[in-house]
């Protein structure tokens, strides 16, 4: 049992893997990485940034997955261990609220939440550019999107999974219209999912580790833990071959999340394995969801690599957030509330 617990439900059938013997780090991979393959359905190219939750003692997932058209659609996936998924061919067709057919041009990078009876998607979605969509689900079978949560231009949409102090929360990363050379994290607040306001700045790029030093995105739905809210996030440094995405995590004030505790200086987990290093976007590991057990403390960390696969790490709750404590460097701004 961990020492530091997590709030929340156990996950007895958690994917799950020790880590290997003399190992350092608090972040291991999956051995038979990754759990995608090139072309994995008919109309799809590759499936990667995507996100997954338990269901009816499995496993159901909103996937990213680019078509040979080279857009990206949001696809369903099902699994009985969390490692082997079978990912249906026709896209998640979205209705509004009065039954209309009201599909995204394109849709990407979702993360999945329960929250009361419902599972909401975040995504991010053409609106006159990229921005926050936001739908949701009881079955995975019928879908009914929602008004988009905020204005172009954004991304990385992530969704508290329970209200706090009587309102929903969102993470998001301003940006703008293409390739976004900036970026950190804000916080919105709402009362029903459809009017945000009482923005705040959670975090923002830089500090000493140059790996998140030219923007910032969130990641998983944060992890609600007794030392605070357990946020594992993107940090992209721009190198002469590009855009590197790593990833690190953050601890946040458990009543007031713009509130930074700790961050990490250095990153977690960083493009070594071929399956991150090379692909259709080299050097990318981009977080999207994890599977917790608050019994064992073990988190399951699903990640896409290189815009290719989706792929699978573990770690312990204690292990990461004593990580984090140990090597924190907060950078000027984080701690306050950013109003
Ligand atoms: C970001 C997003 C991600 C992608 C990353 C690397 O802007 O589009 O979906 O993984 O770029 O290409």
């Known amino acids: 049992m961990g020492k530091i617990k997590i709030i929340g439900e156990p996950l007895e059938n ?71 998924w079978k990912i249906e061919d026709p896209e998640i067709i979205w209705k509004d609220e009065k039954g209309n057919i009201y599909q995204p041009n394109y849709a990407y990078d979702p993360r999945v939440v329960k929250i009361e009876d419902k599972f909401y998607i975040t995504w991010c979605t053409d609106f006159y550019g990229p921005t926050i969509g936001i739908g949701y689900t009881k079955d995975f079978k019928e879908f009914i999107r929602m008004e988009n949560a905020f204005l172009p231009y954004n991304r990385n949409g992530v969704l508290f999974p329970r209200k706090i102090n009587g309102n929903y929360v969102m ?85 007031n999340p ?42 399951a960390i699903y990640y896409g690599s290189a815009d290719t696969y989706v792929s699978l790490a573990f770690a312990y709750v204690d292990e990461v957030i004593n990580f984090v404590k140990e090597n924190s460097e907060v950078v000027p701004g984080d701690k306050d509330e950013g109003r």
């Not at 992209?236 to 855009?243: A, E, I, K, P, R």
Request: charged residues 25%; hydrophobic residues 35%.
């Open 14 to 84: 958690i994917p799950w893997q020790e880590k290997p013997e003399n190992y350092e780090g608090v972040i291991w991979r999956y051995d038979k990485n990754p759990l995608t393959k090139w072309n994995p359905t008919k109309r799809t190219a590759r499936i990667f940034n995507s996100a997954v939750v338990p269901f009816n003692g499995e496993f159901v997932g909103v996937f990213r997955a680019d078509h040979k058209d080279g857009k990206a659609r949001l696809h369903v996936g099902w699994s009985k261990d969390g490692i082997n």
């Open 171 to 255: 993470l998001s990363r301003p940006s703008d219209s293409g390739h976004t050379p900036f970026g950190d994290i804000f916080l919105s607040e709402s009362k029903d999912l459809i009017y945000w306001g009482r923005h705040r700045r959670v975090m923002s790029r830089g500090g000493s580790g140059w790996w998140q030093s030219l923007k910032i995105g969130a990641g998983p739905i944060p992890i609600e833990t007794e030392e605070g809210w357990l946020l594992f996030y993107h940090g992209v440094v721009l190198t002469c071959n590009g855009y590197v995405y790593s990833f690190g995590a953050a601890i946040l004030d458990l009543n």
């Open 258 to 299: 713009s509130r930074v505790l700790y961050r990490l200086r250095d990153y977690l987990l960083t493009p070594e394995m071929e399956y991150e290093t090379v692909g259709f976007v080299p050097n990318v590991a981009f977080p999207c969801a994890t599977l917790v057990d608050a019994e064992t403390g073990r988190i």
